[in-house]
Every structure is written in C-alpha cells, then in structure tokens.
C-alpha cells in the first residue's frame, strides 16, 4: 500500500514536497515514479529514480526544479519541487515496481500507486 501526501495550495516560485510511504515492503527494493494529471488529460511522466543504481530521470518541464529520492530510514519516496508554475497544477501519483523496468516513463511499467494528492500553484 502506498500513502501520499504533501500536496497543497502555493504561490507561484514556492515550493513542496510530495511524499509516498510504501507500508508492508522495503522502498529500496522498488523503482518509484512520479506521475501527474491533469482533468481531462493523460497522466504525464515527472520523474523516477531507479531501484538498482539510484539513477533518475525527469521530464524537460521538471529539471532543474524536481529533485527525487528515497528515504530508507522512513520508508518514503519524496518529490521536492521548486519554483512551481501555475502549469505544474495538478494531480501527483506516485508509482512503483520491483520488476525489471522497461521504459520508465511509462506508466503501465508500474504495478502499485498511491491515492493521489493535489498540488496547485497560483499566479
């Protein structure tokens, strides 16, 4: 089971972080994703960090403002995202898989995700 949080309200420039906390399994185990959505559009790639080396991947929209990782200590994939834009609002689900990963930005490569939490960002 996966727990999101961290979503919320913020000006444009601020910041947030988005957790997601595996229950029952060892996060390091699993290769997690970020996805987000928005109504009435497919969910688009954000980033990932991959289970075998730590190595990460992120959208165009999210370098250089998007940081992943993993907290083992708590059990937690986090998204830090800096000087959010308006376009940046939407709905952030993270994904994860302890399978052989295809092509990650993928998100039928992943097998269980959280419940979602909302960020918007205002001009």
């Known amino acids: 089971q996966l727990d999101q949080s961290g979503g919320g309200l913020v000006h444009a420039g601020g910041a947030l972080t988005l957790s997601c906390v595996l229950s029952?399994?060892?996060?390091?185990?699993?290769?997690v994703g970020w996805f987000r959505q928005v109504q009435g559009k497919e969910r688009e790639f954000v980033a990932v960090?991959?289970?075998?080396?730590?190595?990460?991947l992120f959208s165009e929209f999210a370098q250089g403002r998007f940081a992943i990782s993993i907290d083992s200590a708590k059990n937690t994939g986090l998204l830090q995202m800096n000087n959010l834009r308006p376009e940046d609002s939407a709905l952030y689900y993270c994904?994860?898989?302890?399978?052989?990963?295809?092509?990650?930005?993928?998100?039928?490569?992943?097998?269980?995700w959280g419940q979602g939490t909302q960020v918007t960002v205002t001009s």
């Open positions: 994904g994860v898989t302890d399978r052989h990963i295809g092509n990650p930005m993928e998100e039928d490569q992943y097998t269980d």
């Open positions: 029952g399994r060892t996060i390091s185990d699993y290769t």
């Open positions: 960090i991959i289970r075998q080396n730590g190595a990460t």
